[in-house]
Every structure is written in structure tokens, then in C-alpha cells.
């Protein structure tokens, strides 16, 4: 399988009166296309601000893209998405990347039928006339299950329900038969029935129309039943990168192990209480010249507090930012 | 959307019943209300005249009964001044207020809106200072102060406008304003001027903010499509509410205005009731001008429901 | 565009106030008003007309009542026929305008202060009973404040004005009383919000007081808004007191207020157009002053207009 996007080094800061927030700091990652990635962080890892830097989605000022390539390969040839102008880049979303957002809410316009909303991209992107434009978006609502579609059509938002208005906001991201698709969080706001549903029907779609997807969320467990693999991100940094399978069998970085941990348990006797991951969070005001989590971190040794570690391999696809060999109980020697 | 305008319509004629109380005990808090509407050196036999003919002897709660049965039907009694019914001279007076308010709104939309628009849009521009510049100008100059120094400067000094009075001209039987108006109307139009800009470029600033617009920049529309569509259609549905509400604001506040430039409405009455303690046209006078912000609002109200689809098509 | 990214998203910006002490705030918030210039310059413009009421009988050139006829209509200092013992000349009776200008301030900012003062302290304590209490009582103050608000306030206030009649003590009552409701609202919101967030709802669990509760949790984070809401107001009533001056129904005709400058003025308007000019730039002066440290008070006690630099 060819990569359909390679990210590397990619560097986003926010300038605020309170002064820089280094939200990323060199996020390197690839996708394969058709594939599923999960990415999983907890709040303020950089999760969705990778995904918006790369779409030009984030507010500048105050964000500042200050490094990186994300390149972009699809049949017209390739692309470094950082390099786009605004119209380039206008180009790209809705049309060849889709973006779905956590509360379809507050992510679709209140006063616009959703009907509308969803023709809108078709118009830009495919330049399809009205008559079209109506038939399409039906189909589309269709597909994406919504009951009544040729009625709804016209509803506004507000008339759906939280996991029809999530479904719409699919059709939206869907539109216009995009290669990568961007889910940002969007299971969050439902109940768990709901959840399995818009999880079941992105995969359906997926599967139909071999698109790429990109999945965060900060739930490990949503992760094993949809993804290829998973990047678990810290501090605006990737700190572990494998194969679904692999990542939950060996966990490399003792982040991961402890997010792992953390997820309650079914097999286990039921007495373990649930573990949280103690110690202070990161500071990204003041990134220090060491491991973000050498504060949290239970392996952590003398180096851990003097360098940044870096990426090492310790599988065919399975990469990890740390010193320590957690398998071996000992620092690495080989980085 | 039934049930809204009626709850809308419910709570309007509350609140006119309380402004009906409010009135009529406003007289009567300080004691004795004939000792307000004589002269300080009436005799005795005058005073009890006047009690006996505004029928201040009788009991207080026939006197409430009374009033708010005259109320309904619009009349408030006769003007002591005038001799004559106090809502005639009301409606006399109305059609200079309302063309002297409405100007004013015009202008105030004319120029507020567009400048909010724009201000909002460009954060930090040359046009955004403009448009901070005019809201706070709107809302730090007295329009009291302002028709002073426009008389002075346009009417005294280059004699360009007309300071004082009203004029119209008459075409095909209608009365159509002349250049009369621009002065008082302008001075009358600041503050609303700066209230919508100040309105329009924060609603502005709030929605480009939005999460759904953030979802129309991922769809790739393009920055005018996004503007058009998103951001203006969604900052015009409160719009409405802060132009029916200064518009209310417009026709109840120009006692001031309409006293310096001699405009013969419903300003220059209240004053001139005041000025010769007829309180029976000031009560009349609070009452109409409460009737008019009253249903003002709701129209405004009923307005804001038909373009907001969420209460629309809410139950 | 995509603010919320940055705000709600991801939780990137954490507060960073939370445990300082008061140097450090005082600091931060001397910071915040020398990155906007505007708050600085309108708190200046509202402390000279602080001290100007405070220290009006030394820096007065004249009595503020004095009347001297053959200096009478006297124009401003820079006109033809002016002069230096009168800056800014004088009025019909010969009375210094500068003066009466200075000792004018303290009939406005006597008004501004206890009227929202009263005003303020009435609000905040129905704000918190109606907040706290809910039910009927909430709905039947909730149903006065909105009566209130509804009525075409000018109108209002000008006959209030001409019932009670001129005095200084009647001018604070009636905008004292009248402006209420809007500190009502304001308070019972922030109180409604307040209630619902985690922090009110961890107290609680823990077992505080309701008083307990009002006073260590609620209180503090009202003081912000309601400062914000106060500035705005006393503004408000500055020129309100001014307006009823100037229809003669403020203070008596001799004491020497901004509003009764320019009820004289107004009657010289075409002849002697300074003597209504300068009272009105004192309005506006002050308005000034206090919109522009009332809009950066807001901006700064809103976070998330503080986190954007400009």
C-alpha cells in the first residue's frame, strides 16, 4: 500500500498574551490509503490542532505554523498541504479531505437546512447544478441512514436527533467522494448505543468508497474495534506509533501502558480499582529540554531529565519515543 | 411557534397592567396628588375644587377601577391645561414623533451597520478602530449636548440646516418630511448609531468564531460564500431584536431633542405637561409611550421567531 | 475563524491565575492595562475627574457661586476678548465656568456613585434570592425586573423627576431605585450559571452551607461582572442626572451641576455658545473615561478575549 499522506516534523505554536504555547512540537506520522488511524491523546496533546494545522483550519493569529511538510499524494500527483495558499487549500478540504466534527450541534449552521449544508460542497467542489445537486443530496442522506430523506432534506438542524445530526454531518464530510476523511471525535457527544452506530456506519462507508480515515478521540477503548493503527500523541509529540494488535499486546511507551491500564477492565477480577496516571500534566508554556513525561513517569532514569528522546523502532511498524525498554527493565543502549 | 407569540402576547399585556399601576399610584405615593397640580399659593377652596373635578375624594380603589377603565379604552381624562381629552392631544403630536424617530433609525442603520460589518470582519484594521471610535462616540455623547453644538455649528455658524421646527410638504395628500428633520434626527440617531455598530461587530466577531463556520472553511467554501451565508445571515436574526428595541428607544426618548429644536411631538407635550404640572396628560403620555414600546417589542419578538427557524419549527 | 479550536477543543490554554497570590494578579492585571492602552487612558480620564470633585476648593480659580456682572458672558480664554482669570469664561451672571465646572463634577459623581451604589446592593441581594430561590419567588421578582425594564425609561425617570422634585437626595433615589433590575439580572444569571458548575456542585457535596457557599464561591466570581455592569451604569447616570438638569428637574437651579450649566447655556445658545460647550465636554470627558475602562475591565475579565494577542 502506497502512503496517501506523510506529516513529518510538523511545528504549531500559539503566541497568546500569556505568552507561547508550544502545542506541537515535531509530529511526524504517515497514512496509508484506505486504512483506519486512530489518534489518542489526552486533551491538549495536539490531537485535533494536528489535524487543523493541516487543513489551514486553525485561527492565525494566534496559531503560527513554524515547520514541518505534510505531503499529500493522490492520482493529479503531490502536494505539501503547508504550502497551499487559501485558495489551494480550499480546494483540498471538503473536496479531496472531509472533515467531521465532535457536536454536530454546534458544527452545523442553526438557520440552514441541513439540506443546504450538505449541497453547498457539492456545488463548490463538483459544480453541480440545482436539479443535481438535490438528487445527490438525498442519495447522500440516504446512505448515511437518515429515514424520510426526500422530507428532511429541508429540516434545520435543531429537528434531528444527536445521532441523526452526527449522520448528516457524515453525509458532509462524504459529500464529494474525498480520500481521507478527519473524524474528530465525533462519537463523544452520544450514548453508547448511538456511538456504535455512526462508529459502524463510517466503517460501512469507508469500506464502500476506500477512503482513509483518521479517527481521534481519547478513548483507547473506541480504538481497538475501528483502527489499523494507532499514533498515542503527549505534550504535541508522538510518543508511540504501531499496529492496533501490537500497541495493546506490547504497549512500548510507558504513556501507553499507562493509558492502557487506565481502561477498565472486564476480564480482570473485578476487585482492580480503576488506575489513573498520576503526576503533574505537561507544561507547553515552557516545554523543558527533557522528556515531557519524565514528570509522570514511573521508569524515568537520570537521562530521561536531561535529553528529549527520540524516535526508535522496535518493530517493523512500531515506533516509540522513550529511553527505557519497559519489556527489558532497562535503559536502551541502542539510541 | 403559536405558542410562542402567544405566550409573547400574554406577557405584553401584563406587563401594560403593571405600567397602569405603576402610573396611577406613582401619583398618589406622595400623598396627596392635588397638592402637585395646583399652584403653591391656591387657596383652600380651589384645591378642594380641583379634588372635587378630578374626583381625588373618592375612595382609592374606585379611583383605580376608574382609571384603568378609562385606560382600555383610551382615555385618560382631559388635560387640565388644554380642556381637552388628554389622548386627543397625544395623537395630534404622534405623526411629528414618528417621522423624527424613524429618520433617526435610518440614519442610525445607514451608517451603524455597515461599519459594525466591517469592523467586525477585520479585527485591528484601520476600519475596525472606526467602528470601536463610533460605537463609543454613540454611547459617550449626550444627545442633549450634541443638538446644542449641531445648532451652533450647522444652523448658527454655516446656516446650512434649519435648527428649530418642523416642516413638511405635501405630495398627493401625503405629509413628507424636508430637511427640517436631518439636524434633530441625526442628534437623536447617535447613541443608536453606536449601539449597532457596537451590536453588529461583536455579533460579527462572535460568529466568525463559530463552530459551525469552522465546519463551512472545512467544506472549502470560499471567504465571501462563508461571509454571505454563514456569518451575516446568522448576525442579522438578532439584529432585529436590538432595532426594534432602539426604535422603541427612539420614539420614546426625544424630550430632549424635540424641546431644543422645538419639534412638535410627543417630547415637547411631555415637557410642556410637565412644565404645568398636567398630570393627567403626563399619566396619558406614560401610557402611550409604554403602549408603543410594548407592542414594539413584541413585534419585534414575533419578528425574531419567524426568522429563527430553531423557534420556528419549535413547539 | 476557528477559535474554538484553541479555546474548548483541546483544553491547551490552562488558567494560569488559579493559584497566585495578590502581588501576581496585581501585576498581571497592570500588565493587561499597559498591553490596551484605551483602559489605561480611561481610567486616568475618570481618576482627573475624581480628584478634581475631591479637590475642587483648592483648585478652583473662583468661588463656583460668585457672580461678578461686569465680567459677565466673559468668552474663553483663546477668544478675542478673553482673558486669563477666566480659562474658559463665564456665564450669563458672570460666574467662572471652569469653577463651576470642577465643583459640578461632584454633583455627578455624587449621583453616579451612590446611585449605583444603592442600586448595586439591592441588585445583588434580590439577584441572589431569586437565583437561589427559584420557583415563584424568582418569577414574581423575574416578572418586576421585566416590567421595569419594559417601560420607556426616560419617560419614566422625567416623571418620577417632576413628582419628588428637585433635590440632590431624590435625583440618587430615583436612578438608585430604577436601576435595579439591571443588576438583578445580572446577578441571578451568574448565580444560575454558577450554580450549575463544578465547582458550587463540589461544595456542596462536601457539605457546605448555602451561605457558606453564596460567600466563598459565588460572591467572588460576581465581583467581576458587576464591577463591569457598575461602570457602565454610573456612566449611565451621569448623563441622566445631566439630561434631568438640563429640563430643570435635578438639582436646585443653584447648586452648580453639569446639567443646570447647560439648561443656562442653552438659553444663551445662539449669542454666547461657549457657555453651553464646556459642561457638555465635561460629560463627555467622563463618559469617556468610563466606557473605555469599562470595555477593557470586560475584555480582561473575559478570557477568552484576554487569550488572543493583538
Known amino acids: 500500500m502506497a502512503p496517501i499522506l506523510e506529516v513529518s516534523d510538523l511545528v504549531t505554536r500559539f503566541y497568546t498574551f500569556d505568552g507561547v504555547v508550544h502545542a506541537l512540537n515535531g509530529v511526524s506520522f504517515d497514512l496509508q490509503a484506505g486504512e483506519t488511524l486512530a489518534i489518542v491523546g489526552e486533551s491538549g496533546s495536539g490531537k485535533s490542532v494536528t489535524m487543523m494545522s493541516l487543513l489551514h483550519l486553525l485561527p492565525m493569529p494566534p496559531a503560527r505554523i513554524e515547520g514541518g511538510s505534510a505531503l499529500f499524494h493522490d492520482d493529479s500527483g503531490t502536494i505539501d498541504l503547508l504550502k497551499l495558499n487559501r485558495a489551494e487549500i480550499s480546494r483540498v478540504r471538503g473536496g479531496r479531505i472531509g472533515f467531521i466534527f465532535q457536536d454536530a450541534l454546534s458544527a452545523l449552521n442553526p438557520v440552514m437546512t441541513v439540506g443546504r449544508q450538505i449541497a453547498e460542497s457539492l456545488e463548490r467542489h463538483l459544480g453541480l447544478g440545482h436539479e443535481q445537486c438535490r438528487r445527490r443530496v438525498v442519495e447522500l442522506l440516504e446512505k448515511v441512514g437518515i429515514p424520510g430523506a426526500k422530507q428532511r432534506y429541508r429540516n434545520y438542524p435543531h429537528q434531528f436527533s444527536g445521532g441523526m445530526r452526527q449522520r448528516v454531518m457524515i453525509a458532509v464530510a462524504m459529500a464529494c467522494n474525498p480520500k481521507i476523511v478527519i473524524a474528530d471525535e465525533p462519537t463523544t457527544a452520544l450514548d453508547v448505543t448511538v456511538q456504535a452506530q455512526i462508529v459502524e456506519l463510517t466503517q460501512q462507508l469507508q469500506r464502500e468508497l476506500g477512503i482513509a480515515v483518521i479517527w481521534i478521540t481519547h478513548d483507547l477503548g473506541v480504538v481497538a474495534g475501528i483502527a489499523d493503527r494507532v499514533l498515542v500523541m503527549y505534550a504535541g509529540r508522538p510518543v508511540e506509533i504501531a499496529p492496533v494488535d501490537d500497541l495493546y499486546d506490547h504497549p512500548g511507551h510507558p504513556y501507553t501502558i499507562g493509558l492502557l491500564e487506565a481502561l477498565p477492565r472486564m476480564d480482570a477480577a473485578g476487585s482492580k480499582r480503576l488506575i489513573s496516571i498520576e503526576g503533574s500534566p505537561p507544561d507547553l508554556m515552557a516545554p523543558p529540554a527533557h522528556c515531557q513525561f519524565a514528570w509522570r513517569c514511573r521508569y524515568a532514569f537520570e537521562r530521561c531529565w536531561n535529553e528529549v528522546p527520540p524516535q526508535v523502532s522496535v518493530g517493523p511498524q512500531h515506533h516509540i519515543t522513550c529511553f527505557y525498554d519497559v519489556n527489558r527493565e532497562r535503559p536502551r543502549d541502542n539510541v | ?315 | 475563524m476557528a477559535d474554538a479550536a484553541q479555546t474548548k477543543g483541546t483544553g491547551l490554554l490552562v488558567d494560569q491565575e488559579a493559584d497566585q497570590g495578590l502581588g501576581a494578579k496585581l501585576v498581571y492585571v497592570g500588565r493587561l492595562l499597559w498591553r490596551d492602552k484605551s483602559g489605561l487612558l480611561g481610567l486616568i480620564m475618570f481618576l482627573t475627574v475624581v480628584f478634581s470633585a475631591v479637590l475642587a476648593p483648592w483648585i478652583s480659580p473662583h468661588p463656583p457661586l460668585k457672580q461678578d456682572l461686569r465680567a459677565a458672558k466673559r468668552p474663553p480664554v483663546w477668544a478675542a476678548k478673553g482673558d486669563i482669570s477666566h480659562p474658559l469664561g463665564t456665564d450669563n451672571l458672570g460666574r467662572d465656568l471652569l469653577s463651576r465646572i470642577i465643583y459640578g463634577s461632584r454633583v455627578s459623581l455624587t449621583v453616579g456613585f451612590f446611585g449605583v451604589l444603592i442600586a448595586g446592593s439591592l441588585g445583588l441581594v434580590i439577584g441572589l434570592v431569586s437565583g437561589y430561590a427559584g420557583g415563584r419567588t424568582d418569577n414574581v421578582i423575574m416578572g418586576g425586573v421585566n416590567l421595569i425594564l419594559a417601560l420607556p425609561y426616560l419617560v419614566f425617570v422625567v416623571f418620577i423627576a417632576a413628582i419628588l422634585g428637585r433635590s440632590l437626595i431624590n435625583v440618587i433615589l430615583i436612578f438608585g431605585f430604577t436601576d435595579i433590575p439591571i443588576f438583578v439580572r445580572i446577578t441571578r444569571g451568574e448565580v444560575l450559571r454558577l450554580r450549575e458548575s463544578g465547582f458550587v456542585e463540589s461544595a456542596k457535596s462536601i457539605g457546605a452551607g448555602r451561605l457558606r457557599i453564596i460567600f466563598d464561591h459565588i460572591l467572588p466570581n460576581l465581583l467581576g461582572p458587576l464591577i463591569t455592569i457598575a461602570t457602565f451604569e454610573m456612566s449611565a447616570m451621569i448623563f441622566y442626572e445631566a439630561g434631568l438638569g438640563f429640563l430643570g428637574l435635578s438639582v436646585p437651579p443653584s447648586v452648580p451641576s453639569w446639567g443646570n450649566m447647560l439648561a443656562t447655556g442653552r438659553k444663551y445658545l445662539t449669542i454666547y455658545p461657549w457657555i453651553a460647550t464646556f459642561p457638555g465636554l465635561a460629560i463627555v470627558f467622563t463618559g469617556l473615561g468610563m466606557n473605555l475602562f469599562g470595555d477593557w475591565l470586560r475584555d480582561a475579565l473575559d478570557p477568552r478575549m484576554r487569550r488572543l494577542k493583538r
Not at chain 2, 380651589?46 to 375624594?57: H, L, Q
Not at chain 2, 448658527?156 to 416642516?167: H, I, M, S, T, Y
Not at chain 2, 432585529?240 to 432602539?246: D, K
Open chain 2, 1 to 315: 411557534m403559536q405558542r410562542y407569540i402567544l405566550s409573547r402576547l400574554f406577557q405584553s399585556i401584563m406587563i401594560l397592567f403593571g405600567v397602569l399601576f405603576i402610573i396611577f399610584f406613582m401619583l398618589q405615593a406622595t400623598g396627596d396628588p392635588v397638592s402637585l397640580m395646583v399652584s403653591r399659593n391656591a387657596s383652600p377652596e380651589e384645591i378642594e375644587a380641583v379634588r372635587e373635578a378630578m374626583g381625588f375624594n373618592r375612595p382609592l380603589i374606585v379611583q383605580f377601577g376608574d382609571f384603568i377603565a378609562g385606560a382600555v379604552v383610551g382615555d385618560f381624562g382631559d388635560s387640565l391645561r388644554h380642556k381637552q381629552p388628554a389622548m386627543d392631544l397625544i395623537l395630534e403630536r404622534l405623526p411629528a414623533t414618528v417621522e423624527l424617530a424613524t429618520t433617526a433609525l435610518f440614519m442610525a442603520m445607514l451608517i451603524g451597520i455597515p461599519l459594525g460589518l466591517l469592523g467586525g470582519s477585520n479585527p485591528g484594521s484601520l476600519w475596525d478602530t472606526l467602528a470601536r471610535g463610533a460605537g463609543l462616540i454613540g454611547q459617550t455623547i449626550p444627545n442633549f449636548w450634541l443638538a446644542l453644538i449641531l445648532i451652533i455649528v450647522f444652523a448658527v455658524k454655516l446656516g446650512w440646516l434649519p435648527a428649530f421646527g418642523r416642516e413638511t410638504w405635501q405630495f398627493l395628500g401625503i405629509t413628507l418630511p424636508t430637511r427640517s428633520v436631518i439636524l434633530p434626527a441625526f442628534a437623536l440617531g447617535l447613541f443608536t448609531m453606536g449601539q449597532l455598530v457596537r451590536f453588529t461587530r461583536s455579533a460579527v466577531m462572535e460568529i466568525r468564531s463559530e463552530d459551525f463556520v469552522r465546519t463551512a472553511y472545512s467544506k472549502g467554501l470560499s471567504d465571501r460564500q462563508i461571509y454571505i451565508r454563514h456569518i451575516l445571515r446568522n448576525a442579522a436574526i438578532p439584529l432585529i431584536s436590538i432595532i426594534g428595541v432602539q426604535f422603541g428607544y427612539l420614539l420614546s426618548g426625544s424630550i430632549y431633542i424635540e424641546t431644543i429644536c422645538s419639534w412638535p411631538g410627543l417630547g415637547n407635550l411631555l415637557a410642556e405637561a410637565i412644565g404645568n404640572r398636567d398630570f393627567a396628560l403626563v399619566q396619558a403620555i406614560a401610557f402611550f409611550t409604554s403602549l408603543v414600546v410594548v407592542t414594539l417589542n413584541l413585534l419585534t419578538d414575533i419578528a425574531y421567531g419567524l426568522a429563527d427557524p430553531r423557534i420556528r419549527y419549535g413547539d
